[in-house]
Nanobody
Framework: QVQLVESGGGLVQAGGSLRLSCAASGGTFRAYHMGWVRQAPGKEREFVALISGSGRSTDYADSVKGRFTISRDNAKNTVYLQMNSLKPEDTAVYYC???????WGRGIADYDYWGQGTQVTVSS
């Protein structure tokens, strides 16, 4: 059974930084693209970032490009999201996701496993 466990969320002032981690267990980690999706209060879940199994390819939502960096350590079965220059509008629950086999997409239906989420709150 695949499990994704996020950590690293918290409260930070605007302009600050946080690093989220997602530890994966079950399955062959390096075989899957991994992503981050967030959900702000009262809003739909939205794509944040995606990284290929090898780590060589990445994709970002326009709203976070240049501020967030996704990375992975396949030896540790962990994916990271470094978030810099945080804004109040980044406040959301952040979910770690695993792409469906062979998939590379931004849609919510493109992911088959989700973590429980970690809260990120950015104060102004």
């Amino acid at each position: 059974q695949v499990q994704l466990v996020e950590s690293g969320g918290g409260l930070v002032q605007a302009g600050g930084s946080l690093r989220l981690s997602c530890a994966a267990s079950g399955g062959t980690f390096r075989a899957y693209h991994m992503g981050w999706v967030r959900q702000a209060p009262g809003k739909e879940r939205e794509f944040v970032a995606l990284i290929s199994g090898s780590g060589r390819s990445t994709d970002y939502a326009d709203s976070v490009k240049g501020r967030f960096t996704i990375s992975r350590d396949n030896a540790k079965n962990t994916v990271y999201l470094q978030m810099n220059s945080l804004k109040p509008e980044d406040t959301a629950v952040y979910y770690c996701t695993r792409s469906r086999p062979g998939g590379w997409g931004r849609g919510i239906a493109d992911y088959d496993y989700w973590g429980q989420g970690t809260q990120v709150t950015v104060s102004s």
